[in-house]
DNA sequence: TTGAAAGCGCTAACAT
DNA sequence: ATGTTAGCGCTTTCAA
């Protein structure tokens, strides 16, 4: 298995007759080439099996034609059970294969993986760089995007600085609080919730509109934390279970949670939805296979995918453009569990 | 948000009152500096924030420090409930990560994107790359690998000149005869499977392993084929029922199909295992929260992957090493399906 | 319409 | 130990 010498515009040029220039020409699809020249060179390029090295071009034309898409979380993270991050993902993915762009995947769950995802992006091996599931206030989108390069974010970055990075987000608030009137609507009245991860948006967002429609019907709250894992979920329940057997109720933050709420419960004997009402948030589809189904909140995150890469194209294209934030819609879908 | 020049190694050279060659010296680690030399560069490269330009280096070096991680399937459905392709991806990632090499995952479920990958992976983006989840006889690897690129599979490759690739793979065929036995040895003599894709090693040496053991028990085979995903075992299963409704026993060829038969088995009142016992192939945490938990072959994907990738960087490392394959064990875990 | 030539930013001989 | 210099393979003026 030697290392075969791949031919280079100069060979195919020597082949063809004619300049590397004209060769680049037809090789980037320029129209100013005679047909018959044209058609010498393909075939050259044919014969040869002649394609061109990327880092040369990129070299001269400042282009890579591909995207980062950075995941500040460990792979082990982003390949768990938790849907988030493929929806995300194939969102994105879909996106940028129709405009022939490469996707670079990166994960920067750890400080040195991070450093390396900087470095990867500021040595200009990528022509934009977007990031999703961000962690506290994060600098480096503001880093990236003051050096020139354009960023989106999916979600709603919590820095200060966050507003001059461009971003699309979901509607928590509205989504997480029709699930909470749809449970003070059914008569609840010590509905309890496990919250998200507060270093995160999406964590922050959600107990939010769980806190605003209980102040609002003046009812108490009741808030323990989990980080998104069904395993946590699980050991939530129990707490709450604990500090209040008499809950009735509780809105879950992410449905993996919830799905770790409901073995809870079955554990210590409570029937869904006749003791307690359980309601999700993500309507993936666990959601639908979970015993009872599970009442959640949809968002979604495919369509936020395609519409951060969507944003990342025109910011490529263009990036004096100036992107206003997007937030999608989300939607209470009702099952059984409450 | 303007695009602000990037500094250059020239750039540094002056600041530092040095050269460009010991610039790059300083920046590639080299021991031949004087320490007040490397001192003053260091500064200059830290006032100026410079960043080596990777295309400009990868012109030179031949070398892209990235290697690609290609499974030819649709986002979709690397993204779905399977579990199969966040496991591998983990194991790579892994060990790419302890290597500081970044990896760059394409899927290339389409004809279109399938070629997109060949011109990327010739263009030299990537120092090697590996595949995984195969079909068919793609000629894709050996193609590359005639080209002088390495290139490892994760699965032994169907193709003819298959022999030629380095792979590793799982032990498909002791894990499902060792699982098959077990039906036997606890009394069942009307055992069918559910078989992966015939076009996927796995799918066909798992079938192979259930014939053999049936050939060997002098017991009657009763297959259907499903493509792994949980939709499709449900199907299977249904269509299994209606061809035998005495079935006792199914071997299914993964844990989602299996998922999908303890489904159909409960729509048409069979009772697992009393009536029919199951065993799956896996060992995805959905065996264990399945209802009942799920007898199933463990593979050791994670392991595969890292397996994988550990080979692919000895032979970045020096291209004329010639790889054997390798064979991962897989084991029977019991639980109360079968 | 085509070709000649000047770099893009970096590394690696080779000189000193 | 440091500097000089010659490219790596490509695109893109500028001339013809």
Redesign the pocket.
């Known amino acids: 298995m030697v290392t075969r010498?791949?031919?280079?515009?100069?060979?195919?040029?020597r082949r063809a007759?004619?300049?590397?220039?004209?060769?680049?020409?037809v090789?980037?699809g320029?129209?100013?080439?005679?047909a018959?020249?044209?058609d010498a060179v393909n075939q050259a390029v044919e014969e040869l099996g002649?394609?061109?090295?990327?880092?040369?071009?990129s070299?001269?034309?400042?282009r890579t034609e591909s995207i980062a898409l950075i995941l500040p979380e460990t792979a082990s993270r982003v390949f768990s059970d938790d849907m988030f991050f493929p929806a995300v993902i194939r969102g994105v993915s879909t996106e940028l294969e129709a405009a022939d762009k490469q996707l670079v995947l990166m994960m920067a769950g750890s400080a040195a993986s991070h450093d390396r995802v900087e470095r990867y992006a500021m040595a200009?091996h990528v022509d934009g760089v977007m990031f999703a599931s961000m962690h506290g206030a994060d600098p480096l989108p503001g880093k990236l995007a003051r050096l020139g390069i354009p960023v989106v974010c999916s979600g709603r970055p919590m820095s200060p600085a966050g507003n001059t990075v461009p971003y699309v987000d979901v509607d928590h608030f509205g989504g997480v609080a029709a699930a909470v009137r749809h449970l003070v609507g059914a008569g609840r009245r010590r509905i309890a919730t496990i919250a998200g991860p507060q270093d995160m948006i999406a964590g922050v967002d959600r107990l939010a509109g769980y806190r605003a429609v209980l102040t609002e019907a003046g009812l108490p709250e009741h808030v323990t934390t989990g980080d998104f894992t069904r395993e946590s979920g699980e050991q939530a329940m129990q707490r709450l279970l604990t500090e209040d057997p008499e809950l009735d109720a509780v809105f879950v933050a992410s449905d993996l949670m919830a799905h770790g709420a409901l073995q809870a419960l079955r554990e210590r004997g409570r029937r869904v939805p006749l003791d307690v009402a359980v309601i999700g948030f993500d309507d993936f589809e666990i959601a639908r296979y979970s015993d009872p189904p599970l009442t959640t909140v949809r968002q979604p995150i495919v369509d936020m995918g395609r519409t951060m890469a969507k944003l990342m194209l025109t910011l490529v294209d263009d990036p004096t453009e100036v992107a206003a934030p997007v937030v999608l819609p989300t939607e209470l879908v009702l099952r059984d569990s409450a």
Chains 1, 2 share one sequence.
């Open positions: 010498e791949r031919p280079t515009l100069e060979a195919v040029a007759g004619v300049s590397r220039a004209t060769v680049s020409r090789v980037n320029s129209t100013t080439v005679a018959s020249i044209r002649y394609v061109p090295n990327q880092a040369a071009r070299l001269v034309t400042q200009g």
